[in-house]
C-alpha cells in the first residue's frame, strides 16, 4: 500500500513538471498599496500565457506563472525571488513591481545568473548602464515625467507643485520632472518629499493651496496618490492633478472614487481601446473570449510583457535555460509585438520608448 502511494505520488510530480517546464516566477506586491494595478498587470499577462498554453505552450511545454506576495517590500521580494530562483526553478524573474524592489534584485540577477523580463517600473537604473540580465519592456519613468510637465506648461500651467514619495522611485521620476521643468524654463513652486508608508498629506496639500498651484505632480504609489488628491481637494485646492503609468489602472480610478475626473495619468503603452494596433486587439479578442469586459492600460503592460516572454522562449528553443533565455532576448531586433517593435542589443535593453498622456473622463476611464 505504502510503496503505491508512493509510486502515485512521484507520477503525479512528473507529470505536474512534464505540463509545467517553463517556469517564470513573479514577486510583486498583490497585497497593499500597489495591488490594483498588479493584479491587472498579472490578469494581462495570463491572457497571452494562457492563449499559448491552449495552442500547445512553446516547443511543447506550458508556461506556468508563479505569482507570488511580496507584500510591496524590497526585502520580501529579494526573499520570495531568491526562492523561486533556488526552489522553483524558474527561468526567469517577471512583471514585478517597484523601483527599491526592482534595485534590491540586480544582486540576485548576477549571482544566480537569471534574466528579469518586464520589471513593472520606469526606473532608469535598469535602462542605464545597461544590466546584461534586466530586459525592460516600457519607457522610462523620466519620460514620463519631463513630458508631463511640458504638457502643463504648453497649456498654461506654470505654476506646478511636485509630491513625490520619498524613495528611488520619487527620486527618479522627480529627476525627469526637473528635465521637463529646465526645458520649460520654469521651476517648480514646491517640492515635497513624503513618506512611502502611510503618508499624511493634509500639510502639504495645504501649502499646495495657499500657494496657489495650477497643477500638482505626484509621484506615488496607487493608494497614496488617491490619498494625496483627496487631501487636495479638501483643502481647497483645484489643482490640475497629473500622476504616472505606474497609477495606469482601473483600480486606481476607483480608489479616487468622486474625485477621478480629470486627473492626467501618463501612458506607456497605446491607448487600450485603439483596436488599429494588432496588440490591442488581440489582448481585448482574449479578454472577450474569457468574459471580461476589455483591458486596461495595466494590463496591456502585462500583455506585452508576456508576448516578449514568449517570443524569448520560441528562440531559446527546446529545454531552455535561463542564460540561453537571457541569449535570446538579447538576440530580438525589430520584434512586432502588433504595431510596436521591441529592440535589445547588448548595449539597449530599453525594448520600447512609447509615451502618452490620458485624462480620467467624467465615466471613470481612461481618455487620449
Known amino acids: 500500500m505504502r510503496h503505491r502511494l508512493l509510486v502515485a505520488i512521484a507520477l503525479t510530480i512528473l507529470l505536474a513538471q ?3 517546464q517553463l517556469r517564470i516566477g513573479q514577486p510583486s506586491g498583490f497585497s497593499g498599496s500597489v495591488a490594483a494595478g498588479v493584479k491587472e498587470n498579472t490578469e494581462g499577462a495570463r491572457l497571452y500565457f494562457d492563449a499559448v498554453n491552449a495552442r500547445g505552450g512553446v516547443h511543447g511545454e506550458k508556461i506556468e506563472l508563479i505569482s507570488v506576495d511580496d507584500k510591496f517590500d524590497p526585502k520580501v521580494t529579494v526573499q520570495v525571488a531568491r526562492e523561486l530562483i533556488t526552489q522553483r526553478g524558474v527561468l526567469a524573474l517577471f512583471l514585478n513591481r517597484g523601483t527599491p524592489h526592482s534595485e534590491a534584485l540586480l544582486p540576485l540577477l548576477a549571482e544566480h ?3 528579469r523580463v518586464a520589471p513593472s517600473t520606469g526606473a532608469m537604473v535598469l535602462h542605464q548602464p545597461v544590466n546584461p540580465w534586466v530586459f525592460n519592456v516600457r519607457a522610462t519613468y523620466q519620460r514620463e515625467a519631463a513630458r508631463a510637465v511640458e504638457h502643463l506648461a504648453s497649456i498654461g500651467q506654470n505654476r506646478i507643485a511636485i509630491i513625490e514619495t520619498d524613495d528611488s522611485f520619487g527620486a527618479d521620476s522627480a529627476a525627469g520632472a526637473m528635465q521637463g521643468f529646465a526645458k520649460a524654463k520654469l521651476e517648480p513652486v514646491l517640492r515635497q518629499k513624503t513618506p512611502r508608508d502611510k503618508p499624511d498629506y493634509s500639510a502639504v496639500a495645504a501649502e499646495i493651496a495657499q500657494r496657489q498651484a495650477h497643477a500638482v505632480m505626484v509621484i506615488a504609489s496607487a493608494g497614496n496618490t488617491a490619498n494625496a488628491v483627496k487631501a ?3 483643502a481647497g485646492s483645484r489643482a490640475q492633478v497629473v500622476t504616472l503609468s505606474n497609477n495606469a489602472s482601473d483600480g486606481f480610478i476607483q480608489l479616487l472614487g468622486e474625485h477621478a475626473r480629470g486627473v492626467i495619468v501618463t501612458q506607456v503603452f497605446p491607448n487600450e481601446r ?9 489582448a481585448q479578442d482574449l479578454a472577450k473570449a474569457k468574459g471580461l469586459a476589455g483591458v486596461s492600460p495595466a494590463m496591456m503592460e502585462g500583455f506585452a ?3 516578449v516572454v514568449v517570443e524569448g522562449l520560441r528562440r531559446a528553443g527546446p529545454k531552455p535555460t535561463p542564460q540561453k533565455l537571457r541569449d535570446a532576448l538579447e538576440g530580438l531586433s525589430r520584434y512586432d509585438l502588433g504595431g510596436l517593435t521591441v529592440s535589445y542589443s547588448p548595449g539597449n535593453h530599453t525594448g520600447l520608448d512609447f509615451a502618452d498622456l490620458s485624462i480620467i473622463d ?3 476611464r481612461f481618455r487620449r
Open 232 to 234: 487636495l481637494r479638501a
Open 362 to 364: 467624467a465615466s471613470g
Open 113 to 115: 545568473q537569471v534574466p
Open 274 to 282: 485603439s483596436v488599429s494596433y494588432p496588440l490591442i486587439k488581440e
Open 305 to 307: 510583457g508576456a508576448k
Open 18 to 20: 512534464a505540463h509545467a
